[in-house]
């Protein structure tokens, strides 16, 4: 990777959330593409150098300065305690728009009812350190294993319990498995390197993408509508009008009529636009948002 100064050395997480990461910065205005094969995909944007790495590693990388900045879940953060500036918060993920959570489970028939009966048992995870952390902090002395793959069918079978990663807790209930305890909540974090945040053009670079994903994260569901229509049908279209601030009203050349401008969320305007045609509104436009920036 380059050396330059006015490069930023990226890092973006590699496995489950590379294709809704890439996504979401193709909709922040960065054309990136990559193949199967490749750790270093194209980034249109010639001041961006971008690898990709598996979230698990990405702190520690960023933390010694092999990436100036990088995308990772809170969890490895605290996992790894990897010393990196948090720029900001994107909650998204492979399958939707919440955090995930890191669960305590156990099988249907197990006799473990709370994190206390855990008391010499064996527990498999990835988060290894968290959950010893855990654990000590509900003063429970249980063996901590790491998994390196198939945690759910060990439950019950080669292990006592587990803690794993889910978004909604389908495959563990098709696995026989209930949940037990939450024990983390975890986002997507934009992190930095200490010393390039201390770097004028990179901060400023960093900032500007921090900008730009989470303006493309606040249009997600979001879309614009335009309209027209007759000042005195305004109070009753406004009535019909929920939207993040007051709506865009400007005068149009045709005395006594006017166009309006709104952000809307779209599972409400297929509902909303008959409506707003029987208040007075015409030449209704819809159209999609890439960025919604505050």
């Not at 809307?264 to 008959?274: D, L, Q, R, S």
Request: hydrophobic share 40%; glycine share 8%; with cysteine.
């Amino acid at each position: 990777m380059s050396t330059k100064d006015n490069i930023l050395k990226l890092g973006l997480p590699k496995g489950s959330l590379q294709e809704s990461t890439i996504d979401l910065f193709r909709k922040a205005g960065f054309r990136i593409s990559s193949s199967d094969r490749s750790y270093f995909p194209f980034c249109d944007d010639e001041e961006i150098e971008i690898m990709l790495i598996r979230s698990q590693e990405m702190g520690k990388y960023v933390q010694d300065g092999l990436f100036d900045a990088g995308l990772t879940g809170r969890d490895w953060i605290l996992e790894t305690g990897a010393k990196v500036k948090e720029v900001c918060e994107l909650t998204y993920g492979k399958s939707g728009f919440k955090p995930v959570r890191w669960v305590l489970a156990v099988p249907e028939a197990s006799p473990i009812k709370s994190v206390k009966d855990l008391r010499g048992k064996t527990v498999a995870t990835e988060l290894v350190n968290y959950v010893k952390k855990y654990l000590a902090k509900q003063k429970v002395k249980a063996m901590v294993e790491y998994s390196w793959g198939a945690t759910e069918a060990k439950a019950g079978i080669l292990v006592d319990a587990i803690v794993e990663l889910t978004e909604t807790g389908r495959s563990l209930r098709a696995n026989g498995l209930r949940i037990v305890d939450e024990i983390l909540s975890s986002t997507t974090r934009f992190i930095a390197n200490n010393k390039s945040w201390e770097n004028p053009w990179k901060r400023k670079k960093i900032e500007n993408i921090a900008i730009l994903l989470k303006g493309a994260l606040a249009a997600e569901g979001m879309v614009g509508l335009k309209m027209n229509l007759k000042e005195v049908d305004l109070d009753k279209v406004m009535t019909l009008l929920p939207s993040l601030k007051r709506p865009t009203v400007s005068p149009l050349t045709l005395p006594g009529w006017m166009a309006l401008e709104v952000v809307v969320e779209e599972k409400v305007v297929k509902k909303m636009i008959p409506e707003l045609k029987r208040a007075g509104a015409e030449g209704l436009i819809e159209y999609p948002l890439n960025k919604l920036i505050a």
